[in-house]
């Protein structure tokens, strides 16, 4: 499993920016997005499980503004994030794992970070 995330940027806030994780290789079952501020620990941000047999699952600080978009043609999942927050400044990660629970917690794979910046 190779994950390839794009999309970061700067937004001013309110705005909204769309972040891409691509799944080449084998596909995993299920992908989230996590991220991480300067100076604090990676977080948990969403979660959809592949095959939509699964409700998708986010963390409660994105609820109502994050949501998770499945491209079967392309195997992406895009996070689409309206009402940015200075607080949504982070680095995200998009991961998978085969396993619902440990997707969300301990993902076995990792892509590569993407930049997101909020301004106030």
């Known amino acids: 499993v190779q994950l390839q995330a794009s999309g970061g940027g700067m937004v001013q806030a309110g705005g909204s920016l769309r972040l891409s994780c691509a799944q080449s290789?084998?596909?995993?079952?299920?992908v989230g997005w996590f991220r991480q501020a300067p100076g604090k620990e990676r977080e948990f941000v969403a979660a959809?499980?592949?095959?939509?047999?699964?409700?998708?699952d986010y963390a409660d600080s994105v609820k109502g503004r994050f949501t998770l978009i499945r491209d079967y043609a392309k195997n992406t999942i895009d996070l689409q994030m309206n009402t940015l927050k200075s607080e949504d400044t982070a680095v995200y990660y998009c991961?998978?794992?085969?396993?619902?629970?440990?997707?969300?917690?301990?993902?076995?794979?990792w892509g590569q970070g993407t930049q997101v910046t909020v301004s106030s």
């Open positions: 959809i499980f592949w095959s939509g047999v699964l409700e998708d």
């Open positions: 991961a998978a794992d085969d396993s619902w629970r440990d997707v969300k917690i301990r993902p076995q794979y």
């Open positions: 290789g084998r596909t995993a079952r299920a």
